[in-house]
């Protein structure tokens, strides 16, 4: 069973924060209101997703719906991997 | 095209000339072909001369007739013919063709005033010995540059800051609101510098020494009126092309050969084709090529080359390359960098120097005058978005933005939409057109010290850059408004500077530029918007005025903005040592700028080949220039990495 959750926070916070948490990230905090992710963050969290829980992304999942808090992403990498 | 350099002592005491030959050796690459020297009780002028216009005569410091009158000049002022007849008629005797005497003369004649005679480039410094004044001038765009420092007891200034930084007792300290600018906007906001205590006198002002008070003065600011009276664009466009034409024609005025930069678009292939229209001699251009075929623009470059019939020599540029020889660019800079763009300009340079030429025209200016870059499109689609927020149509114009990127040609629309956010308060902004940009490089302070960050956590760096806005600002076109701060900011700190003067001059090249001629700005900043973007047309009129004139598949091809590779540059299998010796946690932690654990994780990113975007590559880039900047000026003054 994997911890999504934990493992999405560790992602983003190494990856686009490079580490440095100036105030602790929340579950349901989003990445672009705290301009965490740009537009190559997309893709990078995208590919990180795909390769990490062998998913196929399709372009309209691309969304901030799915993608824009460790909260969503859960919910959204959970839906997937059930289907 | 020289080096410039001087010191006036405040109280009395001579000049040691030892200091003076110290500022100016160290910028010898401007001015290889002559060295001199103007010494006086308490004045001190230097001059290192490449010589182009009257190689004979030309010898600087010069004097006027009677000696009343010292000058040390860095540029080229192209009127000199005219204003040399105008003189002349006024009763002024001249000993040499040279313009640099045309400046004495206009001096004597007009006082301070004599800047607005002049149709040119320069940094000069007179010193007028009947009312014991000296007199620093640069020109309207900062094409050259001058740097002073005052102190109690001295006044110094020179070409470049390395002159400064080399007197003893100069303190060479980093700037660190300086670095937070250039973290936000890429350049500090003139007259500061990346050195604290050295200043940049700003582009289209004056300054005066006088009794040891030192005043700055404006006498030319970007200024944007549009017409009242409509005006057929067919009409604009030969007027323009008139302008362009006796710009080019002023510009290849020179006692040397002339070349030409072409990089295969728009700008340098009009300049190119005018220039042969100027003279019956076939012209020599230079290129850059890329390995890498995102920047790579030789297909173009080869098109215009047999359509223009030129003589072209091009210079190939690998990763490889960028990283080897990036220590001796930023040693050339001055100044942290968040791109490496420059450093393909400096091959260019060396190339040109190679085949014995030493002054080039190049297409600079026009995608700030005429509306090209990208950025004026992105805020034009923002505000049309923003001011009906709700539609679902408008934001798909972003789509149109940016088709060299494909990460963001990727992108759903909601997302598009998130990163080229018009926010309410945005479109209150005086800097709507840029904060996407300045926000995004604003993040990269993530990689700062604590230390650095205590230090700059309250300061505000749009406050102090909407404090010098024009008071007409407000009241401008979004267009003009970013025209305004690409023009009056970037260009002169960084495509002029960094890309422009700084490089060329390390291989004692001289650029000239047709489109900055003052009458074509004016004529430009009096332009309807609409003339420099229809709809999301970028650069119409221009492209009006070229058609006769550039290949069709030139005129139509879509906007590719100059750029160079960043990351593969520093990591791949033979990268120089001075990269990780500059990444490496001790050194990270020496400098104090960087938080070392952050540096380590976008190093590793990098190492990893998991780091693909702009940010990550601008954060890179902008990491290790301020490293060797610290490396090569701070903490071990004048070391050198390589030999390029």
């Known amino acids: ?83 | 095209m020289c080096g410039i350099a001087g010191i006036l002592n405040f109280k009395a005491g001579s000049v040691d000339p030892a200091l003076l030959r110290k500022m100016i050796d160290i910028i010898r690459h401007r001015g290889p072909d002559d060295l001199g020297f103007h010494l006086q009780a308490n004045v001190g002028l230097a001059h290192a001369r490449l010589s182009i216009i009257d190689l004979a005569g030309g010898h600087q410091p010069m004097h006027n007739g009677d000696k009343s009158l010292w000058v040390t000049f860095n540029g080229e002022i192209f009127n000199y013919v005219e204003v040399r007849e105008q003189l002349i008629r006024r009763g002024y005797r001249f000993s040499t063709l040279s313009d640099t005497e045309v400046i004495l003369h206009a001096y004597a004649e007009f006082g301070e005033h004599c800047v607005h005679e002049f149709n040119g480039q320069w940094a000069f410094a007179i010193w007028d010995n009947k009312s014991h004044k000296l007199f620093l001038s640069r020109d309207r765009l900062g094409v050259r540059p001058l740097f002073y420092r005052v102190t109690p007891e001295t006044f110094t200034f020179a070409s470049e800051i390395k002159s400064l930084l080399a007197l003893p007792g100069v303190p060479r300290e980093l700037d660190l609101i300086a670095l937070d600018q250039i973290f936000t906007f890429w350049f500090p906001i003139p007259p500061r510098t990346a050195f604290k205590e050295i200043k940049e006198l700003p582009p289209g002002q004056s300054l005066t020494v006088e009794e040891g008070v030192v005043t700055t003065k404006h006498y030319w600011s970007p200024h944007f009126e549009p017409p009242q009276n409509h005006v057929r664009e067919q009409d604009y466009a030969d007027e323009l092309r008139d302008l362009l034409l006796d710009a080019t024609r002023l510009r290849l005025r020179s006692d040397v050969p002339v070349g030409a930069y072409l990089s295969g678009g728009l700008d340098s292939t009009l300049i190119t084709a005018l220039i042969r229209q100027c003279t019956g001699v076939r012209l020599k251009t230079f290129s850059i090529r890329f390995d890498d075929p995102e920047f790579d623009e030789s297909p173009y470059q080869q098109e215009v080359v047999r359509f223009l019939e030129t003589e072209h020599r091009e210079v190939r540029c690998t990763h490889a390359d960028i990283g080897r020889i990036f220590p001796d660019v930023i040693w050339h800079a001055e100044k942290p960098v968040l791109r490496t763009a420059p450093a393909p300009m400096f091959l260019l340079s060396k190339l040109v120097r190679e085949r014995d030429y030493k002054v080039v025209l190049t297409g600079e200016g026009s995608d700030e005058i005429f509306g090209g870059y990208d950025i004026y499109k992105e805020a034009k689609i923002r505000r049309f978005w923003g001011v009906r927020p709700d539609s679902r149509v408008r934001p798909l114009l972003l789509k149109r933005l940016y088709p060299y990127f494909p990460n963001l040609q990727q992108q759903s629309v909601a997302y598009l939409q998130a990163f080229f956010h018009a926010r309410p308060q945005d479109l209150l902004s005086p800097f709507f057109s840029h904060l996407p940009r300045w926000e995004l490089t604003s993040r990269l302070k993530i990689f700062f010290s604590e230390a650095v960050r205590a230090e700059t956590r309250s300061y505000d760096a749009y406050a102090d850059l909407k404090a010098l806005l024009p008071r007409a600002y407000p009241g401008w076109d979004l267009l003009f408004q970013a025209q305004f701060l690409e023009a009056g900011y970037l260009l002169p700190a960084y495509i002029l500077s960094s890309q422009g003067d700084r490089m060329a001059m390390a291989h004692s090249v001289e650029g000239r530029f047709p489109f900055l001629d003052p009458r074509v700005v004016d004529f430009a900043a009096g332009l309807p918007a609409t003339l420099k973007m229809k709809v999301l047309n970028e650069k119409y009129l221009l492209k009006l005025c070229a058609k006769e004139l550039v290949p069709p598949r030139v005129r139509k091809r879509p906007k590719q903005p100059y750029r160079a590779p960043e990351g593969k540059s520093f990591f791949h299998d033979r990268q120089p040592d001075y990269v990780d010796e500059l990444l490496s946690p001790a050194s990270i932690r020496s400098g104090g700028i960087f938080h070392t654990d952050v540096v380590g994780k976008l190093v590793q990113k990098f190492r990893d080949g998991r780091a693909i975007g702009v940010k990550d590559n601008m954060a890179l880039t902008g990491i290790i220039s301020t490293q060797l900047i610290l490396n090569q000026y701070i903490q071990n003054f004048g070391r050198r990495y390589t030999d390029a």
């Open chain 1, 1 to 83: 069973m994997h911890n999504y959750q934990t493992e999405l926070r560790q992602f983003i916070v190494e990856n686009f924060l490079f580490g440095r948490e100036d105030k602790p990230l929340s579950n349901s905090d989003s990445l672009l209101e705290f301009e965490i992710i740009d537009s190559t963050g997309v893709m990078e969290l995208v590919s990180f997703i795909e390769q990490k829980y062998q998913l196929e992304l399709r372009d309209e999942e691309l969304i901030p719906e799915n993608l824009d808090s460790i909260d969503r992403l859960v919910r959204f990498i959970a839906q997937k991997v059930n289907v």
